[in-house]
């Protein structure tokens, strides 16, 4: 019993030895001093040696400044700073759709900013959005919006060619005279300056042709009697005359393009049979004369038709089986 007792006590001591040891070790990682650890809030859960990631923000800020860079804001420049560019291919302008553009101008303002060149007396010239211009000047607006480009003279016509077409605003003769300019000064091929408009060379070479209508049809065209499609096939007839006269019937019939590629084709076909007859030539006399000489000889209506100097074709009419036995007869004789 002595040792079964003996046994028990040291147990015991040994359990109450390794809870001192707990107690002790808990104490010396601060959980003792619960009350102070708690009652400094959740910064006491938060080390205070943790550095915000910083490299984030430099890419953030890297990233705008970018697009800062790419898409740049545009600049209100003072409306009586700026001035048209005088190589501008549009020439005219309608008054009612500018009056138009200027009311929407004061109710929306300007929706799109110009396209300008600064130049060197420090005014501003316009490459494009010149109707705009006109239009914001109308509504009494005092700047405009506008993003500042340095094109040389080259690009400068192709830009504003080139918004010109992709608006529609060109007539057909403006479009032309444009086309033209830019490959005279500056030595383009068709084939070059179509790759420049994302147009065909037959669509450039068909515009270009539209400049030998006789002046009076491009006039019709510019004021807009006439559309590019009435221009193109005006365009395939020769004579200025014949030209003004069709277009005349074009705008007096109403006729659409179909209609006018029909009466072209009417107007090229009666021209081919009454096409002015060459000098009277000698070998003309001498057919003339034979023919003047068979009608006479068969008393019938005879027609001699050369096709060349050693072929043609004679034709002899008759009416009646006894006419028909009557010319055999001749010939036979």
Do not use: C
Not at 119 to 134: L, Q, V
């Amino acid at each position: 019993m002595a040792a079964k007792s003996t046994s028990k006590a040291t147990s015991k001591s040994a359990k109450t030895a390794s809870k001192t040891t707990v107690n002790s070790a808990t104490k010396s990682k601060g959980l003792g001093s619960r009350s102070k650890g708690l009652g400094r809030g959740i910064n006491a859960l938060i080390p205070e040696d943790i550095e915000e990631p910083k490299e984030e923000k430099v890419v953030v800020k890297e990233v705008v400044k970018e697009v800062v860079k790419e898409v740049p804001a545009d600049t209100k420049v003072k409306i009586s700073l700026i001035e048209p560019n005088r190589d501008q291919p549009r020439k005219a302008f309608d008054e009612d759709a500018l009056i138009e553009l200027s009311e929407s101008i004061k109710q929306y303002g300007v929706l799109q900013p110009l396209l300008v060149q600064k130049k060197d007396n420090n005014y501003y010239e316009i490459i494009a959005g010149e109707r705009r211009w006109r239009a914001s000047k109308k509504a009494g607006l005092k700047t405009i919006p506008a993003i500042v480009r340095d094109y040389d003279e080259k690009k400068i016509r192709e830009v504003a060619l080139i918004e010109n077409i992709q608006r529609q605003d060109l007539n057909a003769i403006e479009t032309a005279k444009a086309i033209k300019e830019l490959m005279e000064e500056h030595a383009l091929t068709q084939e070059e300056l179509a790759k420049t408009l994302g147009k065909s060379r037959s669509a450039i070479a068909n515009t270009l042709r539209i400049l030998n209508l006789d002046e009076r049809v491009q006039e019709m065209v510019q004021e807009g009697k006439l559309t590019e499609g009435h221009a193109r096939t005006l365009a395939s007839i020769e004579s200025p005359q014949k030209q003004y006269k069709l277009a005349m019937d074009i705008i007096n019939l109403d006729l659409s393009v179909r209609d006018a590629e029909e009466l072209t084709k009417e107007e090229k076909a009666a021209t081919k049979k009454k096409s002015p007859k060459k000098e009277t030539s000698k070998l003309e006399i001498i057919y003339k004369d034979i023919e003047n000489r068979l009608k006479k000889a068969l008393e019938t209506k005879v027609s001699f038709r050369p096709m060349t100097k050693s072929r043609g074709k004679i034709i002899i009419e008759y009416y009646t089986s006894e006419e028909l036995e009557r010319i055999l007869e001749i010939l036979e004789k």
